[in-house]
């Protein structure tokens, strides 16, 4: 393969046009981001890491997912691209400021390349030592989270557990095209992505896959975008995106206190979850949000440097976690909720195929 026109180093942002910024604001906080600026019918979210903003939304006419965003590391990235795509590098007005080009993927979705966006210094936390049955570091401290048992509050005549998961940066989104190979190649030869999995079906084709960073010696994600072919009706009917991935500050404990808070709100519906994936695996549990978009927190995922050859996985081990509940039916596709139950409800899983 021709050099890439450049290799972005991360993923930023998720960026949504939404009808209510009201309801998604409260859930985000639910979620466990930080609403950094509200301005003129937008609103921006972080999270503990680095990055000035992690999800960011304007107000529209429609639900829809606009684009993501990544950075580089050199301004030359951001000419090459302006250069190949015959696209304007113009500064960024959002937090962190810098400057970008927008450009378009083979399915129209929206990606922005960041150059110079500032970012923080994340506070430096320890995370909470785990012991095991062989490895015991944590000695006389005992293993407490936010105010222990306090965090069970009593609202509205139920407990609620108050302790948010504390939500770091976005890590991977997932998006469902039209042609795989069109899409994988695009993301390759554009941003620099390497192939960590091929997903591979029985007969030899591919229907997508799970691209990381390419930073050389220094290990990356094992996907920052994961690519999967969806038939044209369902295309049509709940778009091209699947979820946007965003990685918790203080591991397990972290994820499981963010379930149970968001369960016991009882505002929002549960996709898919807790589990431990194959393919990255991450610890996950998947939410959606009341736009009908996918969020996941995830924890604990693999890391791959550039010397890693991709390998080929079958279907099976996109579908099946190492464990955790049946992936539903609803997995990965845009739609309200109440939709969502209706199609759990009448669509079989699609790990009723290896039965």
Known sequence: MADPICKVADIVFVRFELTDLEAQKEYLQHFGMHLVAE???????????????????????????????????????LERLAEQFNVDIVPSTEPGGGEKVVLSDPDGLGVEVFFGMARTAAPKQDAPALNSGFDKPRQNRLQRFGKAADEWQAHDGKLVYELTSKVMRLGHTAINVADPKKSMDWYANTLGFLISDNIVLPDGMVMGGFMRCDLGDTPADHHTINITALPPEKLEAHGSFGHAGFELTESVDDLMAGHFHMKTVGKYAHEWGIGRHLLGSQMYDYWRDPAGFILEHWTDGDLLDASVPAV????????????????????????????????????????????
């Not at 921006?44 to 829809?64: L, M, S, V, W």
């Not at 190492?322 to 669509?347: C, D, I, W």
Request: net charge negative.
């Open 312 to 355: 080929d996985a079958s279907a099976r081990d996109v579908i099946l976690a190492q464990y955790g509940p049946v992936v539903p039916s609803s997995f990965n596709l845009t739609m309200p909720h109440e939709k969502a139950e209706e199609v759990r409800e009448t669509e079989p899983s699609m790990s009723t195929l290896f039965l």
């Open 39 to 77: 301005v003129d019918d937008a609103i921006h979210f972080k999270g503990t890491g680095a990055d000035p903003f992690i999800y960011a939304a304007t107000k529209g006419q429609q639900n829809r997912f606009v684009s993501a965003g990544y950075r580089v590391d050199a301004r030359a990235d």
